[in-house]
């Protein structure tokens, strides 16, 4: 699986309000699909995404099956003081993704 | 014209996929679902912008924008976002907690829905009032849909 | 042309009377006929999901495989050097002795050159290679080579596209040029050009080349659908690119 793609800019302006999107793989299984034998194939989905921006939550994000799959978010973020943007991206069969980037807020 | 390529005419794909299975959502449902976060609280139209396009031809992937007017300051914010659907398998589409570093309560992404319905966002206000926006969506299902193999 | 038949005669035609007339080109692309919130999601790179395969593809370029220990960009240098390669396969190739389709060419440098083991067809990291490489002539316009095995195979490729096939004894033409623009269920039937492939399809949710559709609408008029890589779809996809010729390379696309 292809690591998670996440764009944000590298430096801000503090107070600013900036844009993160992010795109991850993940088939976000329904559960509710019948498979080529006509049982139905196990529900396979992203369960949570997370940010925290500086050490503080940015937002968290309970996704159910009706959120396409390779899931795509764009959020905004308060820039008060710089410090990492981190990612966390948990879900069904264990899954588990992160990133994170350092922006400079000036 | 009848040329039979008709979504009946397939196996597999996502009308089939998505919707005879479950005991579906409803409209009854969806209310339940929005009763377990509003509670007895009024819910006041107003304060959301909810942006999805009105026609959309195939129902996995419907890009959908949630904006609820806000400060995101500490006296007035925006402290929830819940999104759900008349007709899914489930009513609930997702809901989002905004924390101190949001700095809209703003969100864009790419929804499900199986069929042609109502889309409805509450959203939840540091000062408990609750507010709510519903959007119709018409959605065609691609034609020919690859069978299982 | 000459080896055309009665489909990419119309299509030509049309286009050429067209130009002659200075009315705009009859054909359109599948893009044209999608909704706004998919050209939308086309139009903007990093939310066109085909990014995640396009950074796999990338990572795949420049990584070292097979036991020859070579990467593609060992051999090939930077991803700019297959500008314009999409834009003029199916091709004949000397050594193969038969025309390949873009994705038969990649495999067969994965194989002989990097001396890797095969990748199943339709596998994610086949299809990322194939997107990386074909991304790179996005805003080309399609040039089929001017070659006689490639012209043979593209006039296989036009009989095939009008023969009557499968239960519901359709032909691609019937389809594609006698009801383009109709509704079918609810979706428009497009002219059927290639000129997106691999696509982010969003029935699959994943990107797909072109022979998986095909198979998709082989399978929808319930046909038996010919096999990846086989001369028959290698014919088809000749013939489809003839038939889109001077129309532009939009790798990645999207479509419902």
């Excluded at chain 1, 590298?10 to 034998?37: A, C, D, Q, Y």
């Excluded at chain 1, 925290?52 to 799959?69: I, N, Q, Y």
């Excluded at chain 3, 969003?202 to 319930?222: H, P």
Aim: net charge neutral.
């Amino acid at each position: 699986m292809a690591a998670p793609l996440v764009n944000a800019p590298k430096r801000v302006r503090r107070g600013e309000v900036f844009e993160v999107r992010t795109l991850i793989s993940h088939p976000m299984e329904t559960g509710f699909r019948p498979g080529t034998n006509g049982t139905i194939i196990p529900r396979d989905i992203i369960e949570h995404v997370r940010c925290r921006f500086a050490g503080e939550t940015v937002l968290d994000m309970a996704l159910s099956p009706a959120v396409s799959a390779n899931p795509y978010l764009v959020f905004y973020v308060r820039a008060d003081a710089g410090g990492a943007l981190e990612m966390e991206w948990t879900g069904d069969k264990g899954f588990s993704a992160s990133y994170s980037t350092a922006i400079v807020v000036e | 014209m009848n040329v039979g390529c008709t979504r009946r005419a397939f196996a597999g794909g996502f009308a089939v996929a998505l919707l005879p299975l479950a005991a579906n959502a409803t409209p009854e449902t969806m209310r339940e679902a929005i009763r377990e976060v509003t509670g007895d609280r009024a819910v006041r139209g107003g304060r959301i912008v909810l942006d999805i396009q009105p026609l959309i031809d195939n129902g996995n992937t419907v890009p959908m924008r949630v904006r609820v007017e806000s400060a995101m300051t500490d006296g007035d914010r925006v402290t929830a976002l819940h999104v759900f659907n008349e007709k899914n398998p489930q009513p609930h589409v997702l809901s989002v907690r905004f924390g101190p570093r949001a700095g809209r309560a703003e969100i864009a992404t790419r929804i499900k829905l199986a069929d042609t319905q109502k889309v409805v966002a509450v959203a939840e206000m540091s000062d408990g009032s609750l507010w709510t926006a519903g959007i119709d969506v018409i959605v065609t299902i691609a034609a020919c849909i690859e069978g299982l193999e | 042309m000459k080896q055309g038949s009665a489909a990419v005669a119309f299509f030509a035609l049309l286009a050429a009377t067209a130009l002659a007339q200075g009315i705009a080109d009859p054909r359109r692309s599948g893009f044209d006929d999608m909704g706004t919130a998919l050209q939308a999601i086309q139009r903007d790179d990093f939310s066109n999901p085909a990014a995640l395969w396009l950074a796999e593809g990338e990572s795949a370029w420049n990584r070292q495989a097979g036991s020859a220990g070579k990467s593609c960009a060992d051999c090939h240098g930077g991803p700019e050097n297959m500008r314009g390669v999409a834009a003029r396969y199916p091709a004949y190739d000397t050594m193969l002795g038969r025309v390949v389709n873009l994705d038969g060419k990649i495999e067969d440098c994965r194989i002989r050159r990097q001396k890797a083991d095969p990748l199943p067809h339709e596998s994610r990291a086949r299809v990322a290679l194939e997107a990386f490489v074909a991304r790179q002539s996005r805003g080309l316009p399609i040039v089929p080579p001017d070659e006689p095995n490639v012209g043979a195979a593209a006039a296989a490729g036009s009989a095939l596209f009008t023969r009557r096939m499968g239960q519901l004894d359709l032909s691609c033409a019937q389809c594609h040029e006698q009801r383009a623009g109709q509704r079918l269920a609810g979706s428009i039937i497009p002219q059927g050009h290639p000129t997106g492939y691999p696509v982010y399809r969003s029935e699959w949710q994943s990107v797909g080349t072109l022979q998986r559709r095909l198979r998709n609408c082989m399978i929808g008029v319930r046909a038996e659908a010919f096999a990846y890589g086989s001369p028959e779809f290698v014919a088809l996809e000749a013939f489809l690119m003839r038939r889109a010729a001077g129309m532009t390379i939009e790798t990645p696309a999207v479509r419902p």
